[in-house]
């Protein structure tokens, strides 16, 4: 009954922490190539702001593993959404305060990637800490909500624009930033609860010790860099090589890549405890391998976009999939197996989105070259669970 009346809130929280996170990590990928054109900046440049703000999670993913629990669950959350919400309106105000916009542009997406990094650390544990039946179920749902806060941000900021232009995205991002502060609220009324009790849980020294640790490092490192490359550059991709217009590009390209996404995670949710998960996760990745291939060195726009869509699918159950096999495995991680978990996601995703960008611009802007580059990644994360399959099944 306490869980039905309260926790369920806790679950609708942290539900639109993850929108939040959606909303901080996609918005200004929309707007990349409207920084080229409005402030003159090259993409390779441009490319530095994914990098700059996954570089700025794997620090904050960091000092979770050292602190977050000493300060506290609630405090810590709670701040993520205020960071998340300052940053937002920085992106539209501080690019006109500095003679480079780029400075300006960076310094917001330092300040709500703070925020962004915070949510990712801190509200898969504040769920499982909650005592949900099926957790594995409620864990894959959860992440899910990311994809369809990623499909809120493309579709709404797409009609915003067709509506009123995008000359006047600084208003957008400002209203963008309203659902943190509504949910900063709601994370301070909402139940929370620890993890592992204080003392119980391994510390980094020991978890650094684990062999299995470090293969799931590994694999988040791919499933970072083959997520956040096609995510990042999904918009781009579809405008410069396809050749849709701006509108159809970011729904077909993000939007679509989101939705698929999401579909991989809900139907895991529903339908895991059928499948062997570390199967499922080596086809995905050779169908993730088989979509960059696709959208390289297809000539055929179509074709190249259903490379990017199911590329979504194909990543969809890799972080959330991470996760769930790593908390069963060494079941003692607690906070700190959770943020440096984040950490090595974070760290492929800011190398990914960064060599795409530059393979590109070293290709005279050739957005397929860089695809082809990106091929690296669902190789690595292949290998990863191949690794994890014959080596890391043993609970420690």
Known sequence: ??????????????????????????????????????YGISLGKI???????????????????????RIGYRKSVVFSQFLSAVGLIGLAFLPKCFPDPFVGIIISVVIYAVGSGLI???????????????????????????????????VLSTLFFAVFGIEHWRILACLWALLPL???????????????????????????ALPVFWLFIVLMVGAGASEASMAQWASAYTESALGFSKSVGDIAGPCMFAVSMGVSRVLYGKSGHKMDLTNFMFGSGILCLICYLLSAVSANPVLGLIGCIVCGFSVGIMWPGSISIASGRIPLGGTGLFALLAMGGDLGASIGPGVIGAVTQNANDNMKAGMLAG???????????CLIKFFGKKKV
């Open 182 to 208: 509504l949910n900063a609220y709601n994370f301070m009324i909402c139940p929370i609860e620890r993890l592992t009790d204080e003392g119980n849980g391994l510390t980094i020294k020991e978890l650094f």
């Open 120 to 154: 990712e650390v801190l509200v898969s544990p504040i769920v499982e800490a909650c005592p949900f039946d099926n957790k594995d179920s409620v864990m894959s749902l959860l992440h899910s909500f990311y994809c369809w806060g990623v499909v809120g941000v493309v």
């Open 375 to 385: 091929c690296i990644f669902p190789v690595v994360l292949i290998i990863s669970v």
């Open 47 to 69: 490319a530095l702001i994914s990098t700059v703000f996954y570089i700025t999670q794997i620090l904050i993913d960091m000092f979770c593993a050292k602190f977050v629990d």
């Open 1 to 38: 009954m306490i869980m039905q009346k309260n926790y369920r809130k806790t679950l609708i929280t942290c539900y639109l922490g993850f929108i939040t996170q959606a909303i901080v990590a996609n918005f200004a990928p929309l707007l990349f190539l409207r920084f080229h054109s409005e």
